[in-house]
Structures are given as C-alpha cells and as structure tokens.
C-alpha cells in the first residue's frame, strides 16, 4: 500500500485511528486539520453510526472501519489491528469530535520520530478552553490520576485520548479492556513495562456539537471514573510476558 496524506518514506510509517461514533458534524472538520506529510493512513472507526459518519469520513480520504462489539477500547483497537496489519511502526489516536487537534500531531509524534520515547501522551491544557472538559470530568480524572500515583510510582497529567505509541510496544501489552478502560490499561501497562513515556501539551477545546458519550453527563462521568478506577487497580501489578521487546531498544 502507498502512503497516503503526503507521507513521507524518509521516517517511521505512521497511521492515525480516530474512533468517531456518530461524529457527523465534527469528522470532517478533524480530518481536514490532520497537517499534510504527517500521517501515512487514517481509519476512521465508525462503529453502529448511523448520521453519515462513515460517508463524510470516506469523502475526506480516510478508510472507514467498523468494529467486533462497543466500546471506545474497541474501536481504538479495531483500528490498531489495521495500523499493524498495514505495517505502521507508530500508532497515534485521536477522538472524533473535534476537542483533540489534530494540528498538534507533529508535536505527540515527535518524541517517538526521534527515538527518545515509546509512548506520546497528549496531555489537555484547557487553560484557554476552561469550560472544553465538564468540572465533574476533570475531577473524576483528577482522581484516577491520584490513585495511580503511589500505584505506580509515576505522577501522570492525564489520561488522555490524544497519543501515539510504538507498534511494536502496543502489540507487547496484550491490551484487554474494550470501553472506556482502554486508555488506562495502555498508560498502567506502559508504565508498568518500563516504557519511556512523553507527556506533551496539547491545548484541548471544545467538541464540534453534540453531547461527549462519557463524560456528557454527571451519571456517564461517574460511570467512566469507576471503570477507570478499577482497570487502575486491576493492572498495576501488571508484569510484561517473557520475551516481549525491550524499552529503550529502538529497531
């Protein structure tokens, strides 16, 4: 398959997912922003959407994939399985509804494009965009973000949709969750395999319409901060199988 987006054969192949359930009035909008030359394939989960999603996504270049059951897990690694499949040596993610800019994708992949991290996490500054992220999110992350600190030995800024990581490091953690826990098992399991780990500003804004599925209301919020709560505490003591490749080892 040839790059496509103006890739560039001089650097590590990258490919893009962007889960996007019924995100009609905000995918064109994000794909339209991706910065030419940066990514080598974009896929578009669309899931059950059912307001043309999946066509204004196929309109704009990207390839549309469905997924094997729900799940914002699920759709990130329906579209990780296509990134590997295609041979991306690097994976970045990025939600569809707009408050991750895609305009920052050089600043997530560049710690990864020279070698000096596995794993990039778009950490969301909303110091310009206070209100981009409901209070009851913010606090609900802030405290997953707590726990996980004497868990794992590490202070993190976030847990955040907007990131990249190696390929060949996703492939090794034997990701399980499927829902709104995906994104902590990868962050635990990176820290637990002794991943090297960048955390890179980005400035988060507002979604392009709609409600957020998580953290759109109180009750989805304290759902979400529960699932994250316990996918903490249930791969903290994670250990990486014999054999998986090294931190540090750069192919």
Excluded at 44 to 52: F, M, W
Excluded at 100 to 119: H, K, N, R
Excluded at 145 to 173: E, T, Y
Aim: charged share 20%; hydrophobic share 45%; with cysteine.
């Amino acid at each position: 398959m040839q790059p496509a987006y103006g890739g560039s054969v001089t650097r590590p192949r990258v490919a893009l997912v962007v889960p996007a359930w019924n995100e009609a009035e905000s995918i064109g909008a994000v794909l339209s922003e991706i910065p030419p030359g940066t990514v080598d394939w974009v896929y578009v989960v669309s899931g059950a959407s059912t307001d043309g999603t999946a066509e204004i996504a196929r309109a704009h270049g990207a390839t549309v994939l469905g997924q094997d059951r729900p799940g914002y897990g699920a759709a990130c690694w329906s579209g990780a399985r296509a990134a590997l499949a295609a041979g991306a040596a690097i994976i970045a993610f990025l939600d569809g509804d707009y408050s991750d800019p895609p305009a920052a994708l050089p600043w997530v992949l560049a710690p990864l494009l020279d070698g000096s991290a596995d794993l990039a996490l778009g950490w969301r500054d909303m110091a310009s965009q206070p209100r981009a992220l409901p209070w009851h999110a913010r606090l609900g992350n802030w405290l997953v973000l707590a726990a996980l600190w004497p868990l794992l030995g590490r202070r993190l800024r976030d847990l955040p949709s907007f990131k990249a990581i190696r390929a060949d490091r996703l492939a090794s953690l034997e990701l399980r969750e499927r829902t709104y826990g995906w994104t902590t098992e990868l962050v635990v399991k990176s820290v637990r395999a002794g991943l090297r780990i960048a955390e890179v500003r980005v400035e988060y804004r507002p979604r392009l319409g709609g409600a957020s599925k998580v953290s759109g209301t109180f009750r989805g919020t304290l759902g979400a901060a529960w699932k994250l709560w316990t996918c903490a505490l249930r791969y903290a003591f994670w250990r990486p199988a014999p054999g998986a490749a090294r931190p540090g080892v750069v192919a």
